[in-house]
T-cell receptor, first 118, second 110 residues
C-alpha cells in the first residue's frame, strides 16, 4: 500500500520557538493532505486540509497564523507550529487520501510526530 | 454540524465477542471508517462501509445503517493484542476529509 512518512517522529522545543513537521507521500502524489492533532486519551481532531498549489483550509477554531501549512510539492506538506507553547504539546498526524487511479478509499496515515514544548 | 458518538471505554474477556457502537450526525456522508489505534501510534485501517449492511473481514465485522446514522464494529475471538482504541470516522461528502469520533478504549482481560 501507499506510504506516508513524517519527520521528525518526536521533537522537544522551548516555549516561544517554532517547529516544522514534514509529511511526505513516498510512492504516490498527493494533491491533498490532512493534518490532525491528538491530545492524550483523546481522538484525532482535524486541524486543516493542505492543498498543493493553494492555501490550506483550516477547521473552525484552528489559528491559521499559528499553524502554518505549506504544500510545497505533490509529495510534501509541512506544518509549522509558530511560537509554540506548552499547550501545543500533542501528537500531530498527517494523512493523504488514496491516490487517484488506485482502487480503494483509504486514508494513509503517517506515523505521527510527538511534540513536547517545555 | 458534525457529531460522532462512541462509548468512551469498554472491557471484554479474551476469546469473547465485543460490539462497539457508533452513532453519527454529519452534514454529509460519503462512507464510514473504523480504525484501530495503539497508544503512541498512528491509526490502522480496519473497515469501510458506504452502503447499508455488514462487511466481514476475518475476526472483524462492521455494520452500517445510513437511515439510523448507526454503525458497529464487531470483534470476535478477542485476543490480548486487541486492547487498543477503536475510532469511528465519517468521510464528509466534500473534500474527502474524515472526521473522527472520540474513540473507544477497549481493554481485554485474560
Amino acid at each position: 500500500g501507499a506510504v506516508v512518512s513524517q519527520h521528525p517522529s518526536w521533537v522537544i522545543c522551548k516555549s516561544g520557538t517554532s517547529v516544522k513537521i514534514e509529511c511526505r507521500s513516498l510512492d504516490f502524489q498527493a494533491t491533498t493532505m490532512f493534518w490532525y492533532r491528538q491530545f492524550p486519551k483523546q481522538s484525532l481532531m482535524l486541524m486543516a486540509t493542505s492543498n498543493e498549489g493553494s492555501k490550506a483550509t483550516y477547521e473552525q477554531g484552528v489559528e491559521k497564523d499559528k499553524f502554518l501549512i505549506n504544500h510545497a510539492s505533490l509529495t510534501l506538506s509541512t506544518l509549522t507550529v509558530t511560537s509554540a507553547h506548552p499547550e501545543d504539546s500533542s501528537f500531530y498526524i498527517c494523512s493523504a487520501p488514496t491516490p487517484s487511479g488506485r482502487a480503494g478509499y483509504e486514508q494513509y496515515f503517517g506515523p505521527g510526530t510527538r511534540l513536547t514544548v517545555t | 454540524g458534525q457529531n460522532i458518538d462512541q462509548p468512551t471505554e469498554m472491557t471484554a474477556t479474551e476469546g469473547a465477542i465485543v460490539q462497539i457502537n457508533c452513532t453519527y450526525q454529519t452534514s454529509g456522508f460519503n462512507g464510514l471508517f473504523w480504525y484501530q489505534q495503539h497508544a503512541g501510534e498512528a491509526p490502522t485501517f480496519l473497515s469501510y462501509n458506504v452502503l447499508d449492511g455488514l462487511e466481514e473481514k476475518g475476526r472483524f465485522s462492521s455494520f452500517l445503517s445510513r437511515s439510523k446514522g448507526y454503525s458497529y464494529l464487531l470483534l470476535k475471538e478477542l485476543q490480548m493484542k486487541d486492547s487498543a482504541s477503536y475510532l469511528c470516522a465519517v468521510r464528509d461528502s466534500s473534500a474527502s476529509k474524515i472526521i473522527f469520533g472520540s474513540g473507544t478504549r477497549l481493554s481485554i482481560r485474560p
